[in-house]
Protein backbone atom coordinates (compact mmCIF):
# COMPACT_ATOMS: atom_id res chain seq x y z
CA UNK A 1 0.00 0.00 0.00
CA UNK A 2 1.27 3.44 -1.36
CA UNK A 3 1.66 5.79 2.23
CA UNK A 4 -0.16 8.30 -0.11
CA UNK A 5 -2.95 7.14 -2.98
CA UNK A 6 -4.52 9.59 -5.14
CA UNK A 7 -6.80 9.37 -7.89
CA UNK A 8 -4.82 9.66 -10.65
CA UNK A 9 -8.32 10.75 -12.97
CA UNK A 10 -9.34 12.28 -15.51
CA UNK A 11 -11.88 14.62 -14.19
CA UNK A 12 -13.90 16.76 -16.21
CA UNK A 13 -16.04 19.11 -15.55
CA UNK A 14 -17.99 21.95 -17.00
CA UNK A 15 -16.83 25.54 -16.23
CA UNK A 16 -18.21 27.13 -12.56
CA UNK A 17 -18.67 23.62 -11.29
CA UNK A 18 -17.09 23.29 -7.75
CA UNK A 19 -13.95 20.75 -7.83
CA UNK A 20 -13.60 18.36 -5.09
CA UNK A 21 -9.99 16.65 -5.10
CA UNK A 22 -8.66 14.27 -2.75
CA UNK A 23 -5.98 12.25 -0.92
CA UNK A 24 -6.13 9.40 1.31
CA UNK A 25 -2.81 8.51 3.65
CA UNK A 26 -1.46 5.55 5.56
CA UNK A 27 1.17 7.95 7.63
CA UNK A 28 -0.22 9.18 10.44
CA UNK A 29 3.05 11.35 11.47
CA UNK A 30 2.57 13.42 8.55
CA UNK A 31 1.81 16.92 9.61
CA UNK A 32 2.13 19.44 7.26
CA UNK A 33 0.16 19.33 4.14
CA UNK A 34 0.20 20.77 0.44
CA UNK A 35 -1.38 20.81 -3.24
CA UNK A 36 0.73 21.13 -5.83
CA UNK A 37 -0.71 22.67 -9.50
CA UNK A 38 1.31 21.40 -12.70
CA UNK A 39 0.46 22.59 -15.84
CA UNK A 40 1.30 20.40 -19.09
CA UNK A 41 5.17 20.84 -19.77
CA UNK A 42 5.63 22.80 -16.56
CA UNK A 43 7.20 22.10 -12.86
CA UNK A 44 4.70 21.98 -10.29
CA UNK A 45 3.52 24.97 -8.22
CA UNK A 46 2.14 25.26 -4.87
CA UNK A 47 -0.70 26.33 -4.55
CA UNK A 48 -1.99 25.69 -0.87
CA UNK A 49 -0.25 25.04 2.07
CA UNK A 50 -1.95 23.95 5.87
CA UNK A 51 -0.73 22.58 8.94
CA UNK A 52 -2.97 20.23 10.84
CA UNK A 53 -6.46 19.33 10.77
CA UNK A 54 -9.12 22.52 9.84
CA UNK A 55 -9.31 24.72 6.43
CA UNK A 56 -7.48 26.88 4.56
CA UNK A 57 -9.49 29.42 1.99
CA UNK A 58 -7.18 31.23 -0.70
CA UNK A 59 -9.56 33.00 -2.83
CA UNK A 60 -11.80 30.26 -5.14
CA UNK A 61 -9.43 27.08 -3.20
CA UNK A 62 -10.07 26.02 -0.24
CA UNK A 63 -7.80 23.02 1.13
CA UNK A 64 -8.90 20.66 4.11
CA UNK A 65 -7.67 18.57 6.54
CA UNK A 66 -8.96 15.55 8.36
CA UNK A 67 -6.02 13.79 10.37
CA UNK A 68 -8.65 11.62 12.14
CA UNK A 69 -9.28 10.33 8.97
CA UNK A 70 -6.17 10.79 7.04
CA UNK A 71 -7.99 12.35 4.21
CA UNK A 72 -7.31 15.68 2.61
CA UNK A 73 -9.36 17.51 -0.22
CA UNK A 74 -9.03 20.62 -2.28
CA UNK A 75 -11.65 22.67 -3.20
CA UNK A 76 -12.05 24.99 -6.14
CA UNK A 77 -14.75 27.00 -6.46
CA UNK A 78 -16.90 28.45 -9.93
CA UNK A 79 -14.15 26.70 -11.77
CA UNK A 80 -12.09 28.07 -14.84
CA UNK A 81 -10.98 26.29 -18.38
CA UNK A 82 -7.53 28.02 -16.85
CA UNK A 83 -7.64 25.40 -13.46
CA UNK A 84 -7.17 22.48 -15.84
CA UNK A 85 -3.79 20.83 -14.92
CA UNK A 86 -2.65 17.78 -12.66
CA UNK A 87 -3.38 18.61 -9.06
CA UNK A 88 -0.16 16.86 -6.62
CA UNK A 89 -0.80 16.32 -2.45
CA UNK A 90 1.93 16.15 -0.59
CA UNK A 91 2.56 15.59 2.79
CA UNK A 92 5.71 15.81 5.28
CA UNK A 93 6.88 13.96 8.02
CA UNK A 94 8.67 17.14 10.07
CA UNK A 95 10.77 14.72 11.80
CA UNK A 96 12.04 13.01 8.36
CA UNK A 97 12.13 16.31 6.70
CA UNK A 98 10.87 14.47 3.45
CA UNK A 99 7.85 15.11 1.06
CA UNK A 100 5.67 12.45 -0.16
CA UNK A 101 3.61 13.33 -3.28
CA UNK A 102 0.71 11.94 -3.93
CA UNK A 103 0.49 10.66 -7.90
CA UNK A 104 -1.67 13.73 -8.93
CA UNK A 105 -5.10 13.81 -10.49
CA UNK A 106 -5.60 15.13 -13.68
CA UNK A 107 -8.22 18.25 -14.07
CA UNK A 108 -9.83 19.47 -17.15
CA UNK A 109 -13.02 22.41 -16.72
CA UNK A 110 -14.61 22.00 -20.16
CA UNK A 111 -15.85 25.45 -21.34
CA UNK B 1 9.97 35.72 -8.45
CA UNK B 2 11.66 32.70 -7.98
CA UNK B 3 13.49 31.42 -10.99
CA UNK B 4 14.87 27.62 -11.20
CA UNK B 5 16.01 26.83 -14.57
CA UNK B 6 16.95 23.61 -16.11
CA UNK B 7 19.54 23.63 -18.96
CA UNK B 8 17.63 21.19 -21.26
CA UNK B 9 13.92 20.55 -22.04
CA UNK B 10 14.38 17.60 -23.75
CA UNK B 11 17.31 15.18 -24.30
CA UNK B 12 17.82 12.05 -25.83
CA UNK B 13 20.63 9.95 -25.04
CA UNK B 14 22.50 6.09 -25.66
CA UNK B 15 22.12 3.29 -23.03
CA UNK B 16 25.83 3.59 -21.34
CA UNK B 17 26.49 7.26 -21.67
CA UNK B 18 27.05 9.45 -19.17
CA UNK B 19 24.18 12.46 -19.21
CA UNK B 20 25.04 15.37 -16.86
CA UNK B 21 21.53 17.34 -16.38
CA UNK B 22 22.24 20.87 -14.78
CA UNK B 23 19.77 22.88 -12.55
CA UNK B 24 20.20 26.79 -11.69
CA UNK B 25 18.25 28.82 -9.00
CA UNK B 26 18.53 32.79 -8.45
CA UNK B 27 17.25 33.65 -5.37
CA UNK B 28 19.84 32.40 -2.95
CA UNK B 29 18.07 29.17 -1.96
CA UNK B 30 20.17 26.88 0.43
CA UNK B 31 18.47 23.61 -0.40
CA UNK B 32 18.35 22.09 -3.76
CA UNK B 33 16.47 18.90 -4.79
CA UNK B 34 16.52 16.31 -7.76
CA UNK B 35 13.02 14.80 -8.51
CA UNK B 36 12.04 12.35 -11.28
CA UNK B 37 8.38 12.37 -12.31
CA UNK B 38 7.07 9.36 -13.47
CA UNK B 39 3.10 8.13 -14.42
CA UNK B 40 1.87 6.23 -11.87
CA UNK B 41 4.34 6.43 -9.60
CA UNK B 42 4.54 10.12 -9.04
CA UNK B 43 7.82 12.41 -7.92
CA UNK B 44 10.23 10.68 -6.36
CA UNK B 45 13.19 12.36 -4.43
CA UNK B 46 16.77 11.22 -6.26
CA UNK B 47 19.19 13.40 -4.29
CA UNK B 48 19.05 16.90 -1.70
CA UNK B 49 21.40 19.24 -0.56
CA UNK B 50 21.16 21.41 2.15
CA UNK B 51 24.61 23.93 1.55
CA UNK B 52 27.24 23.80 -0.79
CA UNK B 53 29.51 20.79 -1.14
CA UNK B 54 26.57 18.74 0.66
CA UNK B 55 24.76 16.26 -0.25
CA UNK B 56 21.97 13.86 0.66
CA UNK B 57 20.38 10.36 -0.90
CA UNK B 58 17.05 10.12 -0.93
CA UNK B 59 14.46 7.76 -1.58
CA UNK B 60 15.91 6.21 -5.31
CA UNK B 61 19.72 7.43 -5.36
CA UNK B 62 21.02 4.14 -7.34
CA UNK B 63 22.48 5.18 -10.62
CA UNK B 64 22.83 8.74 -9.58
CA UNK B 65 25.23 10.88 -8.40
CA UNK B 66 25.20 14.92 -7.86
CA UNK B 67 27.75 18.13 -7.53
CA UNK B 68 26.71 21.39 -5.80
CA UNK B 69 30.25 23.19 -6.31
CA UNK B 70 28.22 26.47 -6.32
CA UNK B 71 25.33 27.36 -4.27
CA UNK B 72 22.76 28.44 -7.08
CA UNK B 73 23.86 25.39 -9.43
CA UNK B 74 22.99 21.68 -8.79
CA UNK B 75 23.94 18.83 -11.15
CA UNK B 76 22.53 15.56 -11.58
CA UNK B 77 24.92 12.98 -13.13
CA UNK B 78 23.68 9.77 -14.53
CA UNK B 79 26.99 8.05 -14.72
CA UNK B 80 25.76 5.42 -17.09
CA UNK B 81 22.06 5.65 -18.33
CA UNK B 82 20.05 2.84 -18.93
CA UNK B 83 16.59 2.96 -20.42
CA UNK B 84 14.85 2.67 -17.12
CA UNK B 85 16.25 6.42 -16.22
CA UNK B 86 14.10 7.59 -19.27
CA UNK B 87 11.62 9.87 -16.96
CA UNK B 88 10.99 13.49 -16.57
CA UNK B 89 13.64 14.95 -14.17
CA UNK B 90 12.35 17.77 -11.77
CA UNK B 91 15.18 20.14 -9.90
CA UNK B 92 13.44 22.13 -7.23
CA UNK B 93 14.87 24.81 -4.65
CA UNK B 94 13.41 26.02 -1.26
CA UNK B 95 14.56 28.56 1.65
CA UNK B 96 15.82 27.96 4.73
CA UNK B 97 15.12 32.13 5.96
CA UNK B 98 13.12 31.84 9.19
CA UNK B 99 9.48 31.72 8.89
CA UNK B 100 9.75 29.56 5.25
CA UNK B 101 8.77 26.51 7.09
CA UNK B 102 11.47 23.38 6.82
CA UNK B 103 13.36 22.91 3.63
CA UNK B 104 11.31 20.27 2.01
CA UNK B 105 8.06 22.64 1.88
CA UNK B 106 7.35 25.57 -0.47
CA UNK B 107 9.45 23.76 -3.02
CA UNK B 108 10.20 25.85 -6.54
CA UNK B 109 10.27 23.77 -9.50
CA UNK B 110 11.97 23.75 -12.95
CA UNK B 111 10.02 23.37 -15.68
CA UNK B 112 11.53 19.87 -16.00
CA UNK B 113 13.65 17.74 -18.35
CA UNK B 114 12.17 14.77 -20.47
CA UNK B 115 14.84 12.51 -20.69
CA UNK B 116 15.48 9.62 -23.02
CA UNK B 117 17.98 6.91 -23.05
CA UNK B 118 17.36 4.41 -26.28
Known amino acids: QKEVEQDPGPLSVPEGAIVSLNCTYS??????FMWYRQYSRKGPELLMY????GNKEDGRFTAQVDKSSKYISLFIRDSQPSDSATYLC???????????FGTGTRLTIIP | DVKVTQSSRYLVKRTGEKVFLECVQD?????MFWYRQDPGLGLRLIYF???????EKGDIPEGYSVSREKKERFSLILESASTNQTSMYLC?????????????????FGSGTQLSVL
Open chain 1, 27 to 32: NSAFQY
Open chain 2, 27 to 31: MDHEN
Open chain 1, 50 to 53: TYSS
Open chain 1, 90 to 100: AMEDFGNEKLT
Open chain 2, 92 to 108: ASSSSEPGQGAPNEKLF
Open chain 2, 49 to 55: SYDVKMK
